[in-house]
């Protein structure tokens, strides 16, 4: 029997038995995506091959499962009741991705219209608006794609959205929803939403996030916030501030953690209840403002023991306009860099200091080393994460030439990224 790319089948080999989706093979050979989301490869004349009755639709159905169907735009999802309207922006990465059976490889190629098909209850909780910003891993993003991504987040605020959803690679969403953090100050939820695996996978964390995102973003949490599974089961998502929040794992669903705060609440998936648990800003309490402006030119350094303080006076040579230093514990690099610090501050170039340690506060008044650094002009960056620093530094020096202004900028409390006191 032939069996076509796409069919499903059952093949027994050595007593065991292997199901899923034919992918493009070679000649005498079948490869199989399988449910788990592994390809498996058969020699044809080694193996019993069959179709499988159902067609795999049970296998990779469920609420996790893509599934095929495509509710017509508009229907009515709710019998009658007006429901809110979420604009939901699609930049790429795993929650917009399905196999590419053309390579067997994952790629992003779905659409926001193409989410909205897969996870049908989504339109039961908002009116959505899809639209396209790009198909990029999210690798690929640079500060130029986040002012052009906070601009349709603008547009679509001041079209009448009543919330946002940026759907957006994992991998550094955490400077994406920095970036919009700093850029906007919104009267309604920006949620940015992601999934560790991909649509084709059982174990797809898409839904739940895509469902727990919607919730938010018709909420009364006026933020950015990252909306990503909050432990590796089924129960809730958690909501963290944009400025707060890390990946903090490769592959764990639960892998978005916040440091130095609390998560701003959680949305539970079954009740699609959402509870909080710090104080944030409600809806319509801030008017809408946008303030985009980004240098590029800054850069985050990790300091590690026998750093050669000449990668400084790289970034300084190259006419680098700010930097942050990921230093040790407290937050010090060795005595050797300090004059290096110093050789940026007489450039006009500011210099943050973080913590390898992320969890904890900066503090450069304990030790000696510290208070050379701060005597050579070194900014303590508190409890900012040193990617939110960075962020930070690049839409401060887009928003001023001068340094003086931008030594204010930095040491302030902008975006929620400096909290008052440490969590213990
Ligand atoms: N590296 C890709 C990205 O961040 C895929 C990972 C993901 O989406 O989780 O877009």
Redesign the pocket.
């Known amino acids: 029997m032939e069996f076509k790319q796409g069919d499903w089948v059952r093949i027994e080999k050595n007593g065991t038995v292997y199901e899923g989706k034919v992918m493009p093979s070679m000649e005498g050979y079948i490869t199989i995506k399988m449910k788990s989301g592994y390809n498996a490869g058969f020699s044809t004349d080694r193996v019993r091959i069959t179709p499988l009755e159902n067609n795999g639709e049970t296998a990779n159905g469920g609420r996790n499962g893509l599934k095929e169907c495509r509710p017509e735009r508009g229907e009515p999802s709710d019998s009658g009741k007006k429901l809110p309207k979420v604009a939901i922006l699609s930049t790429?990465?795993?929650?917009a991705?399905k196999i590419d059976y053309r390579t067997g490889a994952v790629s992003?190629q779905f659409t926001a219209d193409d989410i909205l098909a897969a996870i049908p209850e989504l339109r039961e909780i908002a009116d959505f608006k899809g639209r396209v910003i790009s198909s990029?891993?999210?690798?690929?993003m640079d500060s130029e794609s986040w002012q052009n991504l906070a601009r349709a987040v603008v547009e679509e605020i001041e079209a009448g959205a009543d919330g946002v959803i940026v759907t957006?690679?994992?991998?550094?969403?955490m400077y994406t929803a920095a970036a919009l953090s700093f850029m906007i100050e919104t009267p309604v939820p920006i949620v940015l939403v992601?999934?560790?695996r991909s649509a084709d996978r059982p174990s797809s964390d898409n839904a739940m996030n895509g469902i727990c995102a919607a919730c938010v973003a018709i909420s009364d949490i006026a933020e950015v916030s990252v909306v990503m599974h909050g432990t590796t089961s089924d129960d809730f998502c958690e909501i963290h501030r944009g400025t707060k929040v890390r990946k903090m794992h490769t592959s764990r669903r639960d892998a978005f953690k916040s440091v130095n705060s609390l998560p701003i609440g959680v949305v539970d998936y079954n009740t699609r209840t959402i509870k909080t648990f710090i104080d944030y800003t409600r809806r319509g309490e801030k008017p809408l403002k946008f303030k985009p402006g980004m240098e590029p030119k800054c850069a985050l350094v990790k300091f590690t023991p026998g750093s050669d303080p000449s990668v400084l006076d790289c970034y300084i040579d190259n006419g680098y306009r700010g930097l942050v230093l990921e230093g040790t514990g407290l937050g010090h690099v060795s005595t050797k860099l300090i004059p290096m610090i110093q050789k940026a501050t007489d450039a006009k170039m500011p210099v943050i200091i973080t913590s390898q340690c992320l969890n904890g506060r900066i503090c450069d008044r304990v030790y000696d080393t510290g208070r050379d650094m701060i005597k050579a002009g070194a900014i303590e960056g508190e409890d900012t994460l040193p990617e939110t620093a960075l962020v930070k530094m690049m839409w401060v020096l887009g928003q001023t030439d001068e340094f003086d202004k931008a030594i204010d900028m930095l040491r302030e409390n902008i975006s929620g990224e400096i909290t008052e006191c440490t969590l213990k």
């Open positions: 790429g990465g795993t929650i991705s992003s990029i891993l999210s690798e690929n957006h690679g994992t991998d550094t969403m992601g999934s560790q």
